[in-house]
Every structure is written in structure tokens, then in C-alpha cells.
């Protein structure tokens, strides 16, 4: 259902942006996911974080996506929630923050399109993307194929037009929970000692790939005829949901953020297990911290 989820975020509208607006995109994504890579290595020369946790718990990507992927990958899910986390109440925080300072006058709220949410038969297209998409993902033995397998049908599918998905708040509910059991369950006491003290060097690379995506956003403005509120919060690290809803409800592109956002997601997605790797490799001996 996480899988599903990110695929919902796919519209045609997005694709068509994603082509028009196509290079600058991509190097908008490129420099975010960078300033996350960054961030990860430095907790890793740091000895704050092991390499893969730290890899994959700055990657600026959807949380819960991360979370469910990265043990496949060897980093403990433990940390890699704290992390993301800790990133996306911040990157809300600072979102919150910039949308009301540059905000004259309050936005009408958007239709919250409650009735596609409650068509039985999108529901029940949704939940068959989910399972083919699961099944044939892991019989192909694909990591996190649970995830992927229906992320990438379901991208496909409603992209094209050719299904129409929907996303129940009790299932998506049922979904964050379960990841959310499956993560608080397994704390220790030893766990918890690490996340107490890996809390500084957290907060402090937080804060300096915010700053970095929002310099980048303010560089963007010069080159594409957009405010600076479109471009913060296209550029800010994480919080995909969470970003979309602050962009409805401002004066901001949601077109351009979506299409920021989404592929972004994506790019993480390929990307993380090949950057965990790399992390762990330049620092062999930080395994351990």
C-alpha cells in the first residue's frame, strides 16, 4: 500500500511537467539528492551513524518508503526512522514557516476529493496493483518488492489512465501502522542509547541539507520564472504528502512541486541502495559507531 501510495502521486499533469520542465528538474533532484549523500557520508566519517543506516536515513525521500526498504539493504530501520523523522518535522516546520511569511492572504482550501476514496471499485483496482504488483515483484526477487512491484505498476497505470486508484485512509492507516509496529517493537535500550546520542549530529545535518535545498531554491528563481515558495518547497528534502498539502493550500506551483517531489521519490528509490554502498565502502571502518 506504501508502493501504491508514491504510484497515486503519478499524474499526467506531473508527467507533462516533468517534459516541459524536464532538465531543470532533474538537476533540481540531482543537487537535493547530493546535499542528502553528503550528509550521510559526513555522519559515517563521523562515526556518528554505520554507513548503510546513515545513507539510507538521509536520503531525501518518502519516510515510510525508506524505512520499509532499507533493512532489505542491510541498515537498521530503527535509526533509519528516527532520522527521517526528525527530517520530516522539520522540513515541515521550515515549510510551515516560509508558506505563512510569504502568504498575503489565506488560500481557499482544496476539494479533498473524498469521493474517489470511496468508489469500491478504485479501492478494490488498488488493492489488485498491490498484489500483482507485490507478487510478481518478489518472485522476481526484487529488494523490497512488496513495495516496488506495486510503486512501479501503479505509476504506470494511473499515469496512463489506464486505472484509477484509490487510497482509504483506514487501509493507509492500517499500512503506516504496521511499519510503525514493526520498527517500535524492535527498540532496545541499547538502541536508544545510540539514538540519544546520534541526536546532535542529527539535528545538525537536518539543519544544513535545509539550508542547502533552500539556497538551491533561491539560485532557482533566477533561472525559471517561478517565486520562491514554489521553489523552496520543490526543493525540500523529504515529506512528499506533507509538502503536497502545504502546497495546495498557498500560492505556490503544485504542479511543479508534485513534479519536484515525485521524482525525486523515485530517484531515491534507484538510487539508495547503490548510495549506501558507497558510503559503506569509503568507510569501512564505520560500521560500527
Not at 141 to 157: D, E, F, K, N, T
Not at 160 to 185: C, E, F, N, Q, S
Not at 190 to 204: K, S, Y
Not at 240 to 249: E, F, R, T, Y
Request: proline letters at 5%; hydrophobic letters at 55%.
Amino acid at each position: 500500500m506504501i508502493g501504491c501510495l508514491v504510484a497515486h502521486a503519478v499524474t499526467g499533469s506531473i508527467v507533462a511537467t516533468l517534459l516541459e520542465d524536464g532538465p531543470i528538474i532533474v538537476a533540481v533532484v540531482l543537487v537535493t539528492v547530493a546535499a542528502g549523500g553528503t550528509v550521510g557520508w559526513g555522519l559515517t566519517r563521523l562515526r556518528v551513524l554505520p554507513g548503510t543506516t546513515a545513507a539510507w536515513g538521509s536520503s531525501p525521500g518518502g519516510a515510510a518508503a525508506m524505512v520499509a526498504m532499507s533493512e532489505a539493504f542491510g541498515a537498521d530501520p530503527r535509526l533509519v526512522a528516527f532520522m527521517q523523522y526528525v527530517r520530516v518535522v522539520a522540513v515541515v516546520f521550515s515549510a510551515s514557516l516560509v508558506a505563512r511569511l510569504m502568504i498575503e492572504a489565506p488560500a481557499l482550501a482544496a476539494d479533498a476529493g473524498a469521493t474517489d476514496a470511496a468508489e469500491a471499485g478504485s479501492v478494490l483496482a488498488t488493492l489488485g496493483i498491490a498484489a500483482v504488483g507485490a507478487a510478481v515483484a518478489l518472485a522476481l526477487r526484487v529488494p523490497a518488492g512488496a513495495q516496488i512491484g506495486p510503486m512501479v505498476l501503479g505509476s504506470v497505470l494511473h499515469a496512463t489512465g489506464l486505472a484509477r486508484m484509490a487510497l482509504p485512509g483506514p487501509i493507509l492507516d492500517l499500512a503506516y501502522a504496521g511499519i510503525g509496529w514493526y520498527v517500535g517493537l524492535r527498540f532496545t535500550r541499547e538502541t536508544l542509547n545510540l539514538t540519544v546520542h546520534a541526536l546532535p549530529g542529527i539535528l545538525v545535518s537536518t539543519l544544513a541539507v535545509i539550508l542547502l535545498c533552500g539556497g538551491w531554491a533561491f539560485g532557482l528563481t533566477f533561472l525559471l520564472p517561478i517565486d520562491f515558495l514554489t521553489a523552496f518547497l520543490a526543493t525540500s528534502p523529504g515529506g512528499l504528502d506533507s509538502v503536497a498539502i502545504i502546497a495546495v493550500g498557498s500560492q505556490a506551483d503544485v504542479s511543479f512541486v508534485l513534479a519536484v517531489q515525485t521524482l525525486r521519490l523515485f530517484v531515491v528509490l534507484i538510487t539508495g541502495p547503490l548510495l549506501a554502498k558507497w558510503i559503506s565502502r569509503t568507510a569501512p571502518d564505520t560500521d560500527r559507531p
